[in-house]
């Protein structure tokens, strides 16, 4: 089945305390990206990859680290969570080209921080 | 900074009428255009998507696009309960930066 998984669904932290959200496709898709979803703002794009080693910043990109070592694999790396960072996560990959904008998106990831 | 606007509702509409959704976006680089639904607690999932002025049709589903007036809209013909949704407008932006922008989202409910 065509999909796109990311680990943990839900997870509750403390400030500081390092943390890594995996994101994974099977579809062979080269552009991924992740987003965070907060009430009222709608998804906002943190940072997305082009290809493998090929990553850029998004709207958001402040407190988030990403790395593209393999085209399957883009996880989200919260060095020193805080509060605001307090969200829904979600990443979505699709096709290069201009249907990277049909992406397909992951059931998401709730964090908490606190 | 690239926007993609669009009214945050609630809208309301019975059942079998004609939900319209708007969509107006600041890039006039954007060329693509792109509709996704987002049930309560579920992931945005891709309805349509449009690149050339005018009306593309997807079953109940019509999208409009009009690049001088940077708008774009969907209408969902004969609506049903099922389609009681978040509706989330994207504009994916030219260039070498292929940044994907939502709008914040119309919450739509469709009155039995």
């Known amino acids: 089945e065509a999909q796109v998984t990311q680990n943990p669904r839900y997870l509750i932290t403390v400030t500081g305390k390092k943390l890594t959200v995996t994101c994974s496709q099977n579809m062979n898709h080269e552009y991924m990206s992740w987003y965070r979803q907060d009430p009222g703002l709608g998804l906002r794009q943190i940072y997305y990859s082009m290809n493998v080693e090929v990553t850029d910043k998004g709207d958001v990109p402040e407190g988030y680290k990403v790395s593209r070592k393999e085209k399957r694999n883009f996880p989200l790396i919260l060095e020193s969570p805080s509060p605001n960072q307090t969200s829904l996560y979600f990443c979505?990959?699709?096709?290069?080209?201009?249907?990277?904008?049909?992406?397909?998106f992951g059931p998401g990831t709730r964090l908490t921080v606190l | 900074q690239k926007e993609v606007e669009q009214n945050s509702g609630p809208l309301s509409v019975p059942e079998g009428a004609i939900a319209s959704l708007n969509c107006t976006y600041s890039?006039?680089?954007?060329?693509?255009f792109f509709w996704y639904r987002q049930y309560s607690g579920k992931s945005p999932e891709l309805i349509m998507f449009?690149?050339?002025?005018g009306d593309k049709e997807d079953g109940r589903f019509t999208a409009q696009l009009n690049k001088a007036s940077q708008y774009v809209s969907l209408l969902i013909r004969d609506s049903q309960p099922s389609d009681s949704a978040t509706y989330l407008c994207a504009a994916l932006s030219s260039g070498s930066a292929r940044q994907l922008t939502f709008g914040s989202g119309t919450q739509l409910t469709v009155l039995p």
């Open positions: 979505a990959s699709s096709p290069s080209g201009w249907v990277e904008g049909t992406q397909y």
């Open positions: 890039d006039r680089g954007s060329q693509s």
């Open positions: 449009i690149y050339s002025n």
